[in-house]
Each structure stands twice: as structure tokens, then as C-alpha cells.
């Protein structure tokens, strides 16, 4: 397995998620060349010794790899599609890895034009938010050629505690959109649970207190129940994010022929808090549209 060490990255997409993961990757001795839409984040991170890429095609031209953390699949299909985009830099051989979150279909269509112009593609979505983003502890959840998943993983290995090839092109973003099903549902669950113990007289604190350790306990309970119960919602995690993400899995199931009920009541009440003024808030905010208390 090769060192990240000395080798030439370009990472697209510098939010929350993407500006600790492209500082964990110079950490690890990378050249990170860096670009964004917006170009404030891009003058700190050159300030701190990575380069400025100036476009998708600037970041592409000279990396040995081009990682993508972007919000929305529209974004991902401008950065690569564009007149400057990553498809009109890249060289034949970059590997190029798509570490949002990205409709199926998009996805492996991305992946035969990467192949097409001789290079190799990787769907690698994450969870953890931003404290894994920072830590380097974010779980990976990888589709590709096996061989492509080899060359990606010596730089998801600098980003991730816990990394999964999940199959073929396109079967990392199935395993996100599971991911945000489960989690979104589990936020609801947490959300309704502890408003309730709140309205019946009960301290919603002791009552997550008392759940831990049972069947009832979660990574949700542990983390978004704290910031519940101290209506602490900066954001992990945005709601619009967890709301696009839950109706990018109930299309996809559409696409199958699946219905998912609970999940689009999710998605819907995801839809309330948005409109209550909560876009830009942590997606544990849910909680806000079951108890505006809160």
C-alpha cells in the first residue's frame, strides 16, 4: 500500500466536511492543490501551505488524485461537467473519488466518462460529520473497481477510522442512502421520545440517561440527544442536508419500485423545520418541528 506522502491531491469542495478532511490530507504530507466556489476558505487553507487550483480543470491538470466533497449531486455534475470542469483537466490514470453524497444514476454515469478519458472512479460517502471530518475518523463507505478501491484507499484510510468496499461503482452511494434512512428516522425517534418525556413532566436528560446501555441506546441518542436536551444546534450536519439526503434514498426506492413510508414522513418533517426558519441549523434541530419549545 503507498504513502499519501509526496503525492499530488486536488480536493474540490471546502464546507464543514471538506476543509478538516483536506487539512488532515497535507498533515499526511500531501500536495493539496484546493478549490471552492466560494474563495475565502481557499486563501486560509493557502495560507497554511496547499496551493490554489483557480478552477475544477486548475485543481485536476497536475493531481494524481482529485477528491470531491460537495454539497448536492447539481454541484458534483458542474465540477465535473463544466467548460473548466474536472473531465476537461484530468490526465489519463487520475483517480478520482466523490466523497458527498450523489444520486446512483449520476454517479455510475460519472464514472464511464471518467473511464472514457482513461482514468478511474470511486464513490466514497461518509458519515460522521464534522467531528469525524476533523478527527479523521469518518466511516467510509466505498463502491468501485476492486482495483480502483486499492489505489483510493491509502487517502480514505487518512480520512476514515472505518472504511468498506461495498461492491461495484454506485454501491457506496446505496450504502449512504441507507445510511441517512436509518439516521434520519433514528433523529425522529430520539426527537419524539425525549419532547415527550419533556411534556409529560419528566427531565428529558435523566430519561436519556436512563435508555443508555438498553435497546433504546444509539450513537443518535448519544449525540443528537445531548444537543436536544441543550438545544445546542450548530451544525454537524445541516437539516437541508439530511432532508436532500432522505429524499435522494426515496427516489432511488421510487426508481425500484419501493415505497418507503416512514422515511418520507421524515423527510416531511424535515420539510417543517426548513420552512420554520431552521435550514441552517444541526439536522438534531427535528426536534424544533415536534416541539417548537425546543
Do not use: W
Amino acid at each position: 500500500m503507498t504513502d499519501v506522502a509526496g503525492q499530488n491531491v486536488g480536493f474540490i469542495g471546502l464546507g464543514l466536511m471538506g476543509k478538516p478532511m483536506a487539512r488532515n490530507l497535507m498533515r499526511a504530507g500531501a500536495i493539496t492543490t484546493v478549490h471552492n466556489r466560494s474563495q475565502g476558505v481557499v486563501k486560509e487553507l493557502v495560507a497554511e501551505g496547499m496551493h490554489a487550483g483557480g478552477s475544477p480543470a486548475g485543481t485536476a491538470v497536475a493531481a494524481q488524485t482529485v477528491i470531491m466533497m460537495l454539497s448536492d449531486t447539481p454541484a458534483v455534475e458542474g465540477v465535473m461537467r463544466g467548460d473548466d470542469g474536472v473531465l476537461a483537466g484530468m490526465q489519463p490514470g487520475t483517480l478520482v473519488i466523490d466523497m458527498g453524497t450523489t444520486k446512483v444514476p449520476v454517479t455510475r454515469a460519472l464514472a464511464a466518462e471518467v473511464e472514457a478519458k482513461g482514468g478511474v472512479y470511486v464513490d466514497a460517502p461518509v458519515s460522521g460529520g464534522t467531528i469525524g471530518a476533523e478527527g479523521g475518523t469518518l466511516t467510509i463507505m466505498a463502491g468501485g473497481a476492486y482495483e480502483a478501491f486499492q489505489r483510493a484507499e491509502p487517502y480514505l484510510q487518512i480520512l476514515g477510522g472505518r472504511i468498506t468496499h461495498v461492491g461495484p461503482v454506485g454501491t457506496g452511494q446505496v450504502a449512504k442512502a441507507a445510511n441517512q434512512v436509518i439516521v434520519g428516522l433514528n433523529i425522529g425517534a430520539v426527537a419524539e421520545a425525549l419532547a415527550l418525556a419533556k411534556r409529560a413532566g419528566a427531565d428529558p436528560a435523566r430519561v436519556r440517561e436512563a435508555l443508555k446501555g438498553g435497546f433504546a441506546d444509539s450513537r443518535i441518542l448519544e449525540v443528537h440527544g445531548q444537543r436536544m436536551i441543550d438545544h445546542a444546534f450548530t451544525p454537524g450536519a445541516k437539516a437541508t442536508t439530511q432532508r436532500k439526503d432522505m429524499d435522494q434514498a426515496i427516489e432511488l426506492a421510487a426508481e425500484l419500485g419501493l415505497v418507503m413510508p416512514a422515511t418520507a414522513l421524515s423527510r416531511d418533517l424535515y420539510d417543517k423545520l426548513i420552512e420554520s426558519g431552521g435550514a441552517d441549523l444541526d439536522h438534531a434541530a427535528l426536534i424544533k418541528a415536534i416541539d417548537p419549545d425546543a
